[in-house]
């Protein structure tokens, strides 16, 4: 399978604790993104690297999110102290330089903070 | 002012086609329509994309008029697991235009 893997599916957490997710993108693609998508609603961007660089980060990226891409391999994004509000699917995607709006999704992780 | 305008929900039934039109009367110079097809607990999937006239591959069709104010994506005898929401995007024809913004989209139900 060639597609964007993202890692835990689901992740259940207490308030308080810290996560981190893996996404793991088509090994062609340079460029990476996190997206958070709540019930009933699209996704929204949270975050975009090319290669290694994080060139942009969303406000909804609270200083108790962090994303890393080292290598401009994988990525990890970390959630610290979560809160419930945090609860949603978290998607990777990844893109070639030329196809920036054909973007391939991972199936997401849903984290559920209780 | 939102980008694109499209159905909140549209009913089927299996063998028919879907159309599903989408407004985007601000849409640029460079813009590209891009439209996004997600199934429950997935992430979204690129299903087509195009600039003006007519684009066609196996999933589906994407008809833009000359004035490429609105698009409509087509369908072609839907079946049951075509269930699903449906997304209208544009943009993406600048090097620094990379971030998808995703409206509530259109659910489209396939009854049997």
């Known amino acids: 399978d060639t597609g964007v893997s993202q890692d835990p599916r689901h992740k259940i957490t207490k308030r308080g604790q810290n996560v981190t997710f893996r996404c793991d993108p088509i090994s062609e693609h340079n460029r990476l993104y996190w997206y958070r998508q709540t019930l009933g609603q699209g996704p929204e961007f949270l975050t975009y690297f090319q290669n290694e660089a994080q060139l942009e980060k969303s406000r909804l990226l609270s200083d108790r999110f962090s994303a890393e891409r080292p290598k401009g391999s994988f990525s990890t994004l970390e959630i610290q102290r979560t809160e419930q509000g945090d609860s949603a699917m978290y998607l990777c995607?990844?893109?070639?330089?030329?196809?920036?709006?054909?973007?391939?999704f991972g199936p997401g992780t849903r984290l559920t903070v209780t | 002012l939102a980008k694109t305008t499209q159905p909140i929900s549209m009913d089927s039934y299996e063998g028919q086609e879907v159309n599903i039109t989408c407004s985007h009367n601000?849409?640029?110079?460079?813009?590209?329509i891009t439209w996004y097809q997600q199934f429950p607990s997935q992430g979204p999937r690129f299903i087509i994309q195009?600039?003006?006239t007519k684009v066609t591959n196996e999933v589906a069709s994407l008809f833009i008029p000359a004035d490429r104010k609105s698009s409509t994506l087509s369908l072609p005898r839907v079946s049951l697991s075509d269930t699903a929401v449906y997304y209208c995007l544009v943009g993406g024809g600048v090097s620094n235009d990379y971030k998808l913004s995703f409206g509530a989209g259109t659910t489209v139900t396939v009854r049997a």
């Open positions: 195009g600039y003006k």
């Open positions: 995607a990844s893109s070639s330089d030329r196809g920036r709006y054909e973007q391939y």
């Open positions: 601000n849409i640029a110079t460079n813009d590209y």
